[in-house]
């Protein structure tokens, strides 16, 4: 069984580089499609759950913490220190997992999509650090092999991924209730401020702890598959 290992390793020293890194990776200009992805959001908006600034920050918040925290962002800490010991069994093991809990073909599409064009970018900008890909996995073990190969903290790459999930997702907020760019921000905002609670919730978990079940999530991801009017993938 795997612990959590990545807080008793020695942490790398982050460098200007590092950060700068992150903050790429971090960017919605970042070419792998996640602007075309609600996750659910245009069918909570579609059957009346979400319909002002106020239902849709809650419903963010709730899937930053029910969801992201307790699944994807755990994902994420392991498969960086499993990258940095080239540890091929345990990154399987991940990418194999998060394709198990996709619970919606939209959901999984997304993923397999996003990680396969996060590795086609990475072939474009760093091609050696591609190569260690081999078959391109899920977006968030592509995203820990894109973060791994510098030297940022495992809680800082953590913090990266939360908060460009947080940008897009909000973008199509702003697009799908809709809201204004105004209302958008202060839902990053609120979201902002949440990311650090979540990424040290997901930083105590462990294989018998993550978790994906978001049953509500999933039955408005499987209802937007035949939703009548849609401007989302997911």
């Given at each position: 069984?795997?612990?959590n290992?990545h807080m008793t390793?020695?942490?790398p020293?982050?460098?200007d ?8 990776l ?7 499609g996640g602007?075309s992805?609600?996750e659910g ?5 579609d059957?009346?759950?979400v ?6 920050g809650?419903?963010l918040?709730?899937?930053?913490h ?7 962002l755990?994902v994420?800490i ?5 990258w ?5 069994t345990r990154i399987a ?6 394709l198990a ?9 997304q993923t397999?999509?996003m990680?396969?064009s ?8 760093h091609?050696v650090?591609a190569?260690?890909?081999g078959?391109?996995?899920?977006y ?6 894109a973060?791994?190969e ?6 800082d790459?953590a913090?990266?991924?939360a908060?460009?999930w947080a940008?897009n997702m ?5 697009r ?6 105004s ?8 979201l ?10 997901a ?6 702890t993550r978790?994906a079940l978001?049953?509500?999530l999933?039955?408005?991801s499987?209802?937007h598959e035949s939703?009548y009017s849609?401007?989302?993938r997911?």
């Amino acid at each position: 069984m795997h612990t959590n290992r990545h807080m008793t390793t020695a942490a790398p020293i982050p460098t200007d580089a590092a950060l700068l890194q992150l903050i790429w990776l971090a960017s919605p200009a970042l070419p792998v499609g996640g602007f075309s992805y609600s996750e659910g959001l245009e069918s909570a908006v579609d059957v009346g759950l979400v319909s002002d600034e106020d239902t849709a920050g809650g419903w963010l918040a709730d899937q930053l913490h029910l969801v992201l925290a307790r699944g994807e962002l755990a994902v994420v800490i392991e498969a960086v220190t499993a990258w940095r010991a080239a540890d091929a069994t345990r990154i399987a093991a991940l990418d194999a997992w998060v394709l198990a809990t996709r619970e919606t073909a939209e959901m999984r599409q997304q993923t397999v999509q996003m990680g396969r064009s996060l590795i086609e970018w990475l072939k474009a900008v760093h091609p050696v650090v591609a190569q260690r890909a081999g078959t391109a996995p899920s977006y968030p073990v592509a995203f820990a092999l894109a973060a791994s190969e510098g030297t940022a903290r495992v809680r800082d790459i953590a913090l990266c991924f939360a908060f460009g999930w947080a940008e897009n997702m909000v973008q199509a907020a702003v697009r799908a209730v809709p809201l204004g760019q105004s209302a958008g921000q202060r839902i990053l905002l609120r979201l902002a401020a949440d990311i650090p609670q979540a990424v040290d919730l997901a930083l105590g978990r462990s294989d018998t702890t993550r978790q994906a079940l978001a049953p509500m999530l999933a039955v408005l991801s499987a209802q937007h598959e035949s939703q009548y009017s849609r401007l989302f993938r997911s």
